[in-house]
Structures are given as structure tokens and as C-alpha cells.
């Protein structure tokens, strides 16, 4: 099913994390088909209904939305841009895969990015600033008591720093941080996957508004630092624990 007739307020109302993103570029909340369709086959990337390597086939896609392979082609540009989907000469699309070094490097990159957003908003916050942390904190710390709420979690994380990125005023710098950040947006899922880790997150954003309330930049600074790097290492942790298994099985 295709993407439609979204809220008025599709920043808030959107569905679909992938549309979410999408919507985080346009004034008004509008999905073309290629859109609708990135919507849909991003969302399928980070549930991880399609795994990463996975050959994408324009055919098949073609069929299942009812469109011609134009929208499916401009569909998959459109999640290559956001790092989801990797285009390979006279082979097609698969669904993208990072290694242990990416993933710690577009990490160390994305803290970096963050910083900045945080530097330009933390220093004279606003009352919707402070109101989008204080209830997107309140919200994680809901998700995080209840064990089935992993990839909501991280997805709720996710939209709130693209909120956070808006608020900055610096749309070169928005759109950096948003789409580095969905394109991490699964292996932050696999950081996450505790509900000992999700305590952790949002005990780092409860400190984090405390910071801010009090004008301590700095602090603020170094909480985010802190929880991206511990998302990212221990993304890492369970993606070679993975690869362990899978060997494992393999041999078995």
C-alpha cells in the first residue's frame, strides 16, 4: 500500500519513518509516486524484511506497485541518496550493507554533525526547543520500560533529532544530519535492542535537558557525544555477534 492522504502535520503524523524523512525537505506534506514508493521499500530496509545485500528486482517491484519500472528506478535513486539502497552497474540494486568501519566512521561523523545543531540551538534555546526535548525525552523514557519497543524506540530517537536539526536554521546542515542519521538508522535499531541500552539512551537525553535548562552547552554537547559513541559501539558489538552465529550455524 502506497503512502496517502497524510496529516496537515506530517512532521508529527507521518507513519512511515522513511516518509518522515522525505517530508523533513518539503513544505507541504505531498509524496510523489517514486516517493510513496521509497517510502514504502525504506521502511521494508529497516525492519529488516529486506536484508542487507539483498538484490532489489525492478521487475518484481513493477508488479507489485503497479507502475512502470520509471517510478521504481527514481524510487531506488531516491534511497541511494539516503544511503539505504547501492546501485551497481549492469547489476542492479541491493540493499546496502556497512561494515564495522563505516558504521563507525558516518557515527563519528554524525556526532560531529549533531554537535553543531546543538551549538546553534543550545546557546539561546526556544520554547518550542525545549518543549520538542522535554516531550520527545518523556516519550523515550516510556519506550524504554517496555521490552518490545526496541525499534520505536530507536525510530522516536530518530525523528526527534531530525526535529532537533530543523530547529537549527541551517538547511545544508539538516539535511546532512537527517539523512546520515537514517541511513545508521538500523544498526542504531541493533544498538538498542536491550532494555538495559534504552534505560541507558534515555537516561543520556533526561541529562541532557537538565543541561539544557540549566545553559550548560557544553554538557549538552558531551551527553550527545556520549550516546551516539556508545549506540555505535555497541552496534557494532551485536553485528559481530551476529556474523558469529551465522558462522556458527553455518559449520553446525
Same mark, same amino acid.
Given at each position: 500500500?502506497?503512502?496517502?492522504?497524510?496529516?496537515?502535520? =506530517?512532521?508529527?503524523?507521518?507513519?512511515?519513518? @522513511?516518509?518522515?524523512?522525505?517530508?523533513?525537505?518539503?513544505?507541504?506534506?505531498?509524496?510523489?509516486?517514486?516517493?510513496?514508493? /521509497?517510502?514504502?521499500?525504506?521502511?521494508?530496509?529497516?525492519?529488516?524484511?529486506?536484508? =542487507?545485500?539483498?538484490?532489489?528486482?525492478?521487475?518484481?517491484?513493477?508488479?507489485e506497485?503497479?507502475?512502470?519500472?520509471?517510478?521504481?528506478?527514481?524510487?531506488?535513486?531516491?534511497?541511494?541518496?539516503?544511503?539505504? @539502497?547501492?546501485?551497481?552497474?549492469?547489476?542492479?540494486?541491493? @540493499?546496502?550493507?556497512? #561494515?564495522?568501519t563505516?558504521?563507525?566512521?558516518?557515527?563519528?561523523?554524525?556526532?560531529?554533525?549533531?554537535?553543531?545543531?546543538?551549538?546553534?540551538?543550545?546557546?539561546?534555546?526556544?520554547?518550542?526547543?525545549?518543549?520538542?526535548l =522535554?516531550?520527545?525525552?518523556?516519550?523515550l523514557?516510556?519506550?524504554?520500560?517496555?521490552?518490545?519497543?526496541?525499534?520505536?524506540?530507536?525510530? #522516536? /530517537?530518530?525523528?526527534?533529532?531530525?526535529l532537533?536539526?530543523?530547529?537549527?536554521?541551517?538547511?545544508?546542515?539538516?539535511?546532512?544530519?537527517?539523512?546520515?542519521?537514517?541511513?545508521?538508522?538500523?544498526?542504531?535499531?541493533?544498538?538498542?535492542?536491550?532494555?538495559?541500552?534504552? %534505560?541507558?539512551?534515555?537516561s543520556?537525553?533526561?541529562?541532557?535537558?537538565? =543541561?539544557?535548562? %540549566?545553559?550548560?552547552?557544553?554538557?549538552?554537547?558531551?551527553?550527545?557525544?556520549?550516546?551516539?559513541?556508545?549506540s555505535?559501539?555497541?552496534?557494532?558489538?551485536?553485528?559481530?555477534?551476529?556474523?558469529?552465529?551465522?558462522?556458527?550455524?553455518?559449520?553446525?
Amino acid at each position: 500500500m502506497l503512502v496517502k492522504d497524510l496529516p496537515s502535520d =506530517a512532521y508529527r503524523a507521518a507513519e512511515s519513518t @522513511v516518509a518522515f524523512r522525505l517530508f523533513a525537505d518539503q513544505d507541504t506534506p505531498t509524496l510523489t509516486v517514486p516517493e510513496q514508493i /521509497a517510502a514504502t521499500l525504506g521502511d521494508r530496509i529497516l525492519s529488516s524484511e529486506m536484508s =542487507a545485500g539483498a538484490r532489489i528486482g525492478e521487475v518484481e517491484l513493477s508488479e507489485e506497485f503497479k507502475v512502470s519500472r520509471g517510478p521504481v528506478r527514481d524510487a531506488l535513486r531516491i534511497l541511494e541518496r539516503e544511503g539505504l @539502497v547501492t546501485l551497481l552497474p549492469r547489476r542492479g540494486a541491493i @540493499v546496502t550493507e556497512l #561494515t564495522e568501519t563505516e558504521i563507525n566512521e558516518l557515527m563519528e561523523i554524525r556526532a560531529g554533525l549533531f554537535e553543531l545543531v546543538i551549538r546553534k540551538i543550545g546557546a539561546q534555546p526556544t520554547d518550542d526547543w525545549l518543549g520538542i526535548l =522535554a516531550s520527545g525525552t518523556e516519550r523515550l523514557e516510556k519506550l524504554a520500560e517496555d521490552p518490545q519497543s526496541g525499534d520505536v524506540y530507536a525510530e #522516536t /530517537a530518530y525523528r526527534l533529532i531530525i526535529l532537533c536539526a530543523r530547529m537549527a536554521g541551517n538547511q545544508k546542515l539538516h539535511r546532512m544530519l537527517t539523512g546520515l542519521s537514517l541511513q545508521t538508522l538500523r544498526y542504531s535499531k541493533l544498538g538498542l535492542a536491550s532494555v538495559e541500552r534504552r %534505560q541507558r539512551s534515555a537516561s543520556l537525553w533526561r541529562q541532557a535537558l537538565n =543541561a539544557q535548562r %540549566q545553559g550548560d552547552v557544553e554538557s549538552l554537547v558531551a551527553l550527545a557525544r556520549t550516546r551516539i559513541h556508545e549506540s555505535s559501539q555497541e552496534s557494532v558489538r551485536q553485528m559481530a555477534a551476529l556474523a558469529a552465529f551465522k558462522v556458527e550455524n553455518h559449520h553446525a
